[in-house]
């Protein structure tokens, strides 16, 4: 779906749309889009920018970093997103843009396709490390065994146990 700028000037766009997974491409990132993305917003035109509110869900499946475990991720994501005409770049190009004007991007052309707004906010939305739990113990770098299951017996004692060295001063 194209959000365009010459439909905004007539009136705001209401969006409502679900990608079945499979769909949406998320440019090789290690997770998987494991439920139906839901995305409900509405798009207007202020001034040249697209701003787009609204919110979208969806539940992902990644690895976890340590183990390699399937850790699910629900994403429940507010939008509140503004783009900016690219030509605006050149005009504004000795106005620092503020690193931190978050939600702030770019279009060309005639608009903006819905899919990549949605795609760009669930890779935003990912957390950077993804753990099965809080305490995972991960795999035995000797043995590959999943050190939150058994007990594989090669790891020293001491990395087991980070207080152990305590012990002996
Ligand atoms: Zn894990
Ligand atoms: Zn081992």
Redesign the pocket.
């Known amino acids: 779906m194209r959000i365009r700028v010459e439909d905004l000037e007539l009136h705001p766009i209401v969006v409502s749309k679900t990608y079945a997974s499979g769909t949406l491409d998320y440019h090789g990132t290690d997770f998987r889009q494991a439920a139906p993305l839901k995305v409900d917003a509405v798009a207007e035109l202020m001034g040249s920018e697209i701003c787009i509110r609204g919110r979208l869900g969806t539940r992902l499946e990644a690895r ?6 399937s ?1 699910a991720i629900p994403i429940e994501q507010e939008l509140d997103l503004v783009y900016r005409p690219v030509s605006t770049i050149a005009r504004e190009e000795e106005v620092e843009l503020p690193a931190d004007e978050l939600g702030v991007g770019f279009f060309s052309g005639d608009g903006i396709d819905l899919a990549d707004v949605v795609t760009e906010q669930v890779i935003l939305a990912v957390p950077m490390k993804i ?3 809080a305490d ?3 795999l035995c770098p000797v043995c590959g065994a ?1 050190l ?1 299951f058994e007990r594989c017996g090669c790891l020293p004692a001491r990395e087991n146990s980070p207080f152990s060295s305590l012990k002996e001063g």
Request: aromatic share 0%.
């Open positions: 976890c970093d340590r183990c390699l475990g850790v753990v099965c739990q995972c113990r991960g999943n939150n």
